[in-house]
C-alpha cells in the first residue's frame, strides 16, 4: 500500500531551507560549465529534504537553474531512481533480471512481498520500507542479490531477505555484504548522490572474491585483451585527453536550439516563474 494520501504537498520551503538549498545548489552548479548541467544532483538534493521530488523541490531546481518546471518535471519522471510520491526510509530493491531470477531472485521477490504486504514501488503503512522490483543490481556474481537504499546484501534466499526487511521494521541496524559498514536512510542516501560525501566511501568490502576471480585468472594465465583497431596504446603514448570546450565537447558551444534562444521561447520560461515557489 502506498503512504502518498497519507502525506500532503507542501508548495514552497521555509527561509532557512530556502536558504541552505541554495547554498548546497551553488556549490553543486558550480561544479559543471553550464548550469542547467547540475539538475541531476539538484534532484538528489531535493530529494534528501522531502523525502521524494516533491511539487516544491521541482519549482525550486527550475527557479535556481532557470529552467520551467515541465522541464524539470521531464527529467524527474524519466529516472527511476528519482521518486514523485513519497518513499519510505528504506528502499528495498529487489533484483528479477535474468541470472538473479534463476537463482532464486523471483521467489524472493514474491516472498517479500506478501510478507510485507506491498508491491512494486508501494510503501508499507508505517512508512519504513518502500519495495522495488529492480532489473539489475549490477552484481551478477552475488546473485541473488538485495540492496537496501543501494547497498548490497548479497546472495540472498527468502529466508534471509524476510529477515532484514524485519530487521528494518523493527530499528535494528543492518550490515551490507560490502560497502558501508551500516543503511542510512534514503534521504542521507540521497544527499550522497547528490555529491555530498557522508565519509564513509572507503568503508567495509569492495570487490570480493567472485568479482576479482575473472582478472585474477587473466593475470596467472598472461591472457591480454586485443587492442583495438586504430587505438593508442595507452593514454601515456600520445592520446590525446579531451578538453572541456573543445572540438569534442558541447560544454562550451553556444546554444542553438529554439528552446534556448527564441525570445518567444524565453518569455514562456519568464513567465512561469510567478507560479515556482508559490
Same mark, same amino acid.
Given at each position: 500500500?502506498?503512504? %502518498?494520501?497519507?502525506?500532503?504537498?507542501?508548495?514552497?520551503? @521555509?527561509?532557512?531551507?530556502?536558504?541552505?538549498?541554495?547554498?548546497?545548489?551553488?556549490?553543486?552548479?558550480?561544479?559543471?560549465?553550464?548550469?542547467?548541467?547540475?539538475?541531476?544532483?539538484? /534532484?538528489?538534493? =531535493?530529494?534528501?529534504?522531502?523525502?521524494?521530488?516533491?511539487?516544491?523541490?521541482?519549482?525550486?531546481?527550475?527557479?535556481? /537553474?532557470? /529552467?520551467?518546471?515541465? %522541464? =524539470?518535471?521531464?527529467?524527474?519522471?524519466?529516472?527511476? !531512481?528519482?521518486?514523485?510520491?513519497?518513499?519510505? #526510509?528504506?528502499?528495498?530493491?529487489?533484483?528479477?533480471?535474468?541470472?538473479?531470477?534463476?537463482?532464486?531472485?523471483?521467489?524472493?521477490?514474491?516472498?517479500?512481498?506478501?510478507?510485507?504486504?506491498?508491491?512494486?514501488?508501494? #510503501?508499507?503503512?508505517?512508512?519504513?520500507?518502500?519495495?522495488?522490483? =529492480? %532489473?539489475?543490481?549490477?552484481?551478477?556474481?552475488?546473485?541473488?542479490?538485495?540492496?537496501?537504499?543501494?547497498?548490497?546484501?548479497?546472495?540472498?534466499?527468502? @529466508?534471509?531477505?524476510? !529477515?532484514?526487511?524485519?530487521?528494518?521494521?523493527?530499528?535494528?541496524?543492518? =550490515?551490507? #555484504?560490502?560497502?558501508? @559498514?551500516?543503511?542510512?536512510?534514503?534521504?542521507?542516501m540521497s544527499r550522497v548522490l547528490a555529491g555530498f560525501g557522508d565519509g564513509r566511501a572507503d568503508e567495509g568490502i569492495g570487490a570480493g572474491v567472485p568479482t576479482l576471480r575473472g582478472v585474477e585468472l587473466a593475470r596467472a594465465e598472461g591472457w591480454t585483451a586485443p587492442e583495438f583497431p586504430g587505438a593508442t596504446a595507452s593514454a601515456g603514448a600520445g592520446a590525446t585527453v579531451p578538453v572541456v570546450g573543445g572540438e !569534442?565537447?558541447?560544454?562550451?558551444?553556444?546554444?542553438?536550439?529554439?528552446?534556448?534562444?527564441?525570445?518567444?521561447?524565453? !518569455?514562456?520560461?519568464?513567465?512561469?516563474?510567478?507560479?515556482? %515557489?508559490?
Open positions: 500500500m502506498s503512504i %502518498e494520501t497519507s502525506r500532503t504537498h507542501k508548495t514552497s520551503y @521555509d527561509a532557512e531551507t530556502h536558504a541552505r538549498l541554495t547554498a548546497d545548489s551553488d556549490v553543486i552548479v558550480a561544479r559543471y560549465p553550464r548550469a542547467r548541467s547540475a539538475l541531476l544532483p539538484m /534532484l538528489h538534493l =531535493v530529494q534528501s529534504e522531502d523525502g521524494y521530488v516533491s511539487p516544491r523541490g521541482i519549482a525550486f531546481c527550475a527557479a535556481h /537553474l532557470g /529552467l520551467s518546471t515541465a %522541464e =524539470v518535471s521531464a527529467v524527474a519522471t524519466f529516472y527511476t !531512481q528519482y521518486k514523485r510520491h513519497p518513499n519510505g #526510509t528504506y528502499t528495498v530493491g529487489v533484483c528479477t533480471n535474468t541470472l538473479c531470477a534463476i537463482m532464486g531472485g523471483d521467489a524472493i521477490w514474491e516472498d517479500l512481498s506478501d510478507h510485507l504486504g506491498v508491491g512494486h514501488d508501494e #510503501t508499507t503503512d508505517d512508512g519504513v520500507i518502500t519495495l522495488e522490483r =529492480v %532489473e539489475c543490481n549490477a552484481a551478477c556474481d552475488y546473485a541473488p542479490v538485495v540492496m537496501v537504499n543501494w547497498e548490497f546484501f548479497d546472495n540472498q534466499t527468502p @529466508d534471509s531477505a524476510r !529477515q532484514i526487511a524485519d530487521d528494518l521494521t523493527a530499528g535494528k541496524a543492518v =550490515v551490507p #555484504t560490502r560497502g558501508a @559498514d551500516s543503511v542510512c536512510s534514503f534521504k542521507e !569534442q565537447s558541447s560544454a562550451e558551444r553556444p546554444a542553438t536550439t529554439p528552446a534556448d534562444v527564441s525570445p518567444a521561447a524565453e !518569455q514562456k520560461k519568464q513567465s512561469t516563474d510567478d507560479a515556482k %515557489e508559490s
